[in-house]
T-cell receptor, first 112, second 114 residues
Framework: GNSVTQMEGPVTLSEEAFLTINCTYTATGYPSLFWYVQYPGEGLQLLLKATKADDKGSNKGFEATYRKETTSFHLEKGSVQVSDSAVYFCALSLYNFNKFYFGSGTKLNVKP | DVKVTQSSRYLVKRTGEKVFLECVQDMDHENMFWYRQDPGLGLRLIYFSYDVKMKEKGDIPEGYSVSREKKERFSLILESASTNQTSMYLC?????????????FGDGTRLSIL
């Protein structure tokens, strides 16, 4: 079947620390991969995406590389800020399908 | 930018009431979705629609129905609200049938059933 597994949270970091949130997937075809961010009290916002193997998605200092060989799409940021505190969701979607498969979300807390 | 608007940010209803949650998108997207989000359970798909008057059940459709009479509007209906339907409800829309297009989300409706 199709599924997404994210690392358990919460993740607590100090400002300017390096961030990695792990995401691995299982898919029956060739998926597109997404990271979404949810700030408190809001809906999900698209952060970045990658649609084929070895693609790198990037936005607002966040990056993730689509690794087909390890079925992974880990989210990274070199220097986090307090304003990055949020819940991050990894998701996949298959070509010709509209349904998304979401991970359970990883809460990030950044301390000043 | 795509805008998905949910009619209420917060809603309080009573057990047994019929509850309507409304969602409107402004990008002429074919596909629209309703999710509920609960702590520890992530996002769960209730229903989705790929065209006007068309709908498909998601993972947890029991106790819910939907209506899509116009392309831009997708309504979620709780036929007889129960306390276990207290949750955050998220609407999303997406263009086309290709999986490489993202879903775009509204800000959510936090529904409390008393």
């Amino acid at each position: 079947g199709n599924s997404v597994t994210q690392m358990e949270g919460p993740v607590t970091l100090s400002e300017e620390a390096f961030l990695t949130i792990n995401c691995t997937y299982t898919a029956t075809g060739y998926p597109s991969l997404f990271w979404y961010v949810q700030y408190p009290g809001e809906g999900l916002q698209l952060l970045l995406k990658a649609t084929k193997a070895d693609d790198k998605g990037s936005n607002k200092g966040f990056e993730a590389t689509y690794r087909k060989e390890t079925t992974s799409f880990h989210l990274e940021k070199g220097s986090v800020q307090v304003s990055d505190s949020a819940v991050y969701f990894c998701a996949l979607s298959l070509y010709n399908f509209n349904k998304f498969y979401f991970g359970s979300g990883t809460k990030l807390n950044v301390k000043p | 930018d795509v805008k998905v608007t949910q009619s209420s940010r917060y809603l309080v209803k009573r057990t047994g009431e019929k509850v309507f949650l409304e969602c409107v998108q402004d990008m002429d997207h074919e596909n629209m979705f309703w999710y509920r989000q609960d702590p520890g359970l992530g996002l769960r798909l209730i229903y989705f629609s790929y065209d006007v008057k068309m709908k498909e059940k998601g993972d947890i459709p029991e106790g819910y129905s939907v209506s899509r009479e116009k392309k831009e509007r997708f309504s979620l209906i709780l036929e007889s609200a129960s306390t276990n339907q207290t949750s955050m409800y998220l609407c999303a829309s997406k263009s086309g049938g290709q999986g490489n297009q993202p879903q775009h989300f509204g800000d959510g409706t936090r529904l409390s059933i008393l």
